[in-house]
Nanobody
């Protein structure tokens, strides 16, 4: 059974940090481009960050550049999103996702992903 399971969300004050994890089971992430997508209430899904299968190429939404870092540990079949200097506008449900074949320039587009996690809530509030 193919599955992605996120963890690490929660409530944090503005300026704080969180690290999201996403563990894959039922398939090997090695050959997949992976990404993080978020959706805030009343807003469309937004591709936050993505990384290609080799880890040689990453991309970030302008709103998170310099604050978020995506990474992958293929040995652990797990991906991560380190989020620093969090802002209230980062509040959303965060999903991890994976896709097996995609051009690098398209790998952050939410519609390309084959597999999705269930989502984890991130709330930034004082």
């Amino acid at each position: 059974q193919v599955q992605l399971v996120e963890s690490g969300g929660g409530l944090v004050q503005p300026g704080g940090s969180l690290r999201l994890s996403c563990a894959a089971s039922g398939f090997t992430l090695d050959y997949y481009a992976i990404g993080w997508v978020r959706q805030a209430p009343g807003k469309e899904r937004e591709g936050v960050s993505c990384i290609n299968s080799s880890g040689s190429s990453t991309s970030y939404a302008d709103s998170v550049k310099g604050r978020f870092t995506i990474s992958r540990d293929n040995a652990k079949n797990t991906m991560y999103l380190q989020m620093n200097n969090l802002k209230p506008e980062d509040t959303a449900v965060y999903y991890c996702a994976a896709v097996s074949t995609v051009p690098v320039q398209a790998m952050c587009i939410p519609e390309v992903y084959d597999h999705w996690g269930q989502g984890t809530q991130v709330t930034v509030s004082s």
